[in-house]
């Protein structure tokens, strides 16, 4: 092929996986999968369409082809920071959190100022129970880069698990000054205040997250706990009663559906939604 053509074709491929990245990022997955399989068809080692494949793969809870896809775009271009931090993503929710740490430091070694890849550090330190190292890397994080939301709202859960809830919920006002619409922070924020005896508080919270995402059933649960601490039962039981129908595997929902019936004295009723919650989470 002339060389020409052959950069049309490559300005051709390049400009489909954009339209495929806006697809993907506007949460129509099904026509970003349909191009870059397209692409891939014409270019089979073409890096950026095996890794944007494998981060839906990933998204879907399709690990294993996720971890396959994403390497098959390391093994062509080894030196892509992005590569290395994604595959990192999957590696952990495979429970490799050793693998996942190693591709996240990797990413790190290739690209010195890389945000995201000290910010998922954090994250899986945190998970581990090390909570001290994870503050500093969320920390690293946002010296890089302070506007970094996502970074500001981790070191919020990390400093929220050590017990310090007023520098938690600093940490989350900041990451909702770089992130208004940002259903996550809104729930945590409410779940600080609420643990604070400060239930009231919490509660504009909560439904600020249910206004950005209506089918947040955490927020629902965590809602209708709040509503029965303070004694507004039928609001409890409808906020429960809605987590519980949108995520009926939601052993808290019963749990907490069960500290309702005993508080308005229907102990039976209790007992079967206890018996539900240990159904589906034994221990």
Same mark, same amino acid.
């Given at each position: 092929?002339?060389?020409?053509?052959?950069?049309?074709?490559?300005?051709?491929?390049?400009?489909?996986?954009?339209?495929?990245?806006?697809?993907?990022?506007?949460? =129509?997955?099904?026509?970003?999968?349909?191009?870059? /399989?397209?692409?891939?068809?014409? /270019?089979?080692?073409?890096?950026?369409a095996l890794h944007l494949l494998g981060l839906i793969a990933h998204q879907a809870g399709q690990l294993k082809a996720a971890l396959d896809l994403i390497n098959q775009a390391i093994q062509i271009s080894p030196y892509t920071p992005l590569y290395y931090s994604n595959i990192g993503l999957v590696l952990s929710d495979l429970g490799h959190s050793d693998k996942a740490l190693a591709c996240y430091q990797k990413a790190i070694e290739l690209q010195p100022d890389f945000v995201d890849a000290f910010n998922h550090i954090g994250t899986l330190?945190?998970? =581990?129970?090390?909570?001290?190292?994870?503050?500093?890397?969320?920390?690293?994080?946002? =010296?890089?880069k302070p506007n970094h939301a996502e970074a500001h709202f981790n070191l919020g859960n990390a400093l929220w698990k050590q017990g310090r809830g007023e520098e938690a919920l600093a940490s989350y006002r900041m990451a909702l000054l770089h992130k208004p619409a940002f259903p996550d922070v809104f729930?945590?924020?409410?779940?600080?205040?609420a643990e604070m005896g400060r239930e009231e508080e919490a509660l504009p919270n909560y439904h600020h997250a249910l206004a950005l995402r209506p089918d947040y059933a955490v927020a629902h649960n965590n809602l209708g706990s709040a509503l029965n601490a303070l004694g507004r039962y039928d609001e409890a039981r409808e906020h429960l009663l809605r987590a519980q129908q949108l995520n009926p595997g939601y052993a808290e929902a019963y749990n907490n559906m069960g500290n309702l019936e005993r508080d308005t004295g229907q102990l039976q009723a209790s007992i079967d939604q206890y018996q539900k919650a240990l159904s589906l989470r034994p221990n």
């Open positions: 092929m002339p060389k020409g053509d052959t950069q049309n074709l490559q300005l051709e491929l390049n400009e489909a996986i954009h339209t495929a990245l806006v697809h993907q990022q506007a949460g =129509r997955l099904q026509q970003a999968t349909e191009i870059y /399989q397209k692409v891939l068809q014409i /270019q089979p080692k073409n890096p950026d330190l945190e998970q =581990r129970g090390q909570i001290d190292e994870a503050i500093a890397q969320h920390q690293k994080a946002i =010296r890089i729930n945590n924020i409410g779940l600080v205040l």
